[in-house]
């Protein structure tokens, strides 16, 4: 029985649009990965007209009640929580960001910033690369055959059979002359120099720590690939959102919870209060599950 309603408040939720050819934001470099290792344009998939839904809401109660979250748009190893998206879709929401009247309709103001990150980390603050990320960085065939080919032989074994943060481990153990003599077959390669810096350069009789962020600013060819870099134009949304909760609910926030999550690009959640269900008019919230799920045209398409 849900006797009470858990309180939350969000601010600073960032959500971006690619809407139209004059959109400057259509000129960023963005990419989303998918199970099977291939990649899409964000400029190629869908959005929700609403600026938040059903799912984004999901999301942010899997995270505040210790679960992993489910991708929306693509492939995820996990299956959403039942209980938790039927909690979701019972919730309310009010955004407080005040609209304005924008030619026959009204629409939030929207921010103007200048965007530079890697595609690994746009929504991960930890850093994490991958071989596909490596293949594209090197962007030449022969080159990256030949990479993990030398990385063979040093280790005797096909080394994209493990995580290529894995790897980054096993090059630091490595004795020094194989590791400088590995450098040197990656100098051969001509323009892949951030694979050095990825493993930790040598410089004057020491090793630096890795510095991956090399990889993705070396060169301006390879980094278009990798790197959201643009003027972005952005909504900065804040409100509140009340879900119904129940004794074992709260039971497991108590004990799991940390108390926070985020909602769209590092939008802010936290729990503000409990209100007994008697105590909530619900007059100035929509419902969550009456929220269209509509969607936009990819940008790309709107374009033609």
Known sequence: MMNNYLLLKFKSARLFRKSGKNNKNLRTKDFSFNLDGSYSK??????FVEPITVHQISNMLYVLFNERPVSTLKGSLYNKNEYLFEKAKDSFMKIETPKYKKFENEDYPTEIIQTKKAVWNSFNPSIVL?????????????????????????FKFNPTSIPFNKLIDLVS???????????????????????????????????AAPDLSKLTNKTINCSAKTINNGIENVYVLSGE??????????NILKNYSKGYANILDGGFVWIEKIIPSKNFNN???????????????????MEL
């Open 130 to 154: 991958d071989w596909e990320i490596v293949r594209r960085y090197i962007d030449d065939k022969d080159k990256f055959d030949t990479f993990v080919s030398n990385l063979n032989t040093c």
């Open 241 to 250: 959102i009340v879900v119904p909760v129940s004794d074992d609910d709260l």
């Open 42 to 47: 964000r400029d190629e998939l869908p959005s």
């Open 283 to 301: 007059d100035e919230y929509n419902l969550v599950g009456d929220i269209s799920l509509e969607m936009n045209l990819p940008a790309k398409t």
């Open 173 to 207: 153990g490595l004795e020094i002359e194989i590791r400088i003599a590995l450098y040197a077959s990656i100098k051969e390669l001509k323009g892949c120099d951030g694979l050095i810096y990825c493993f930790g350069r040598y410089d004057k009789g020491n090793f």
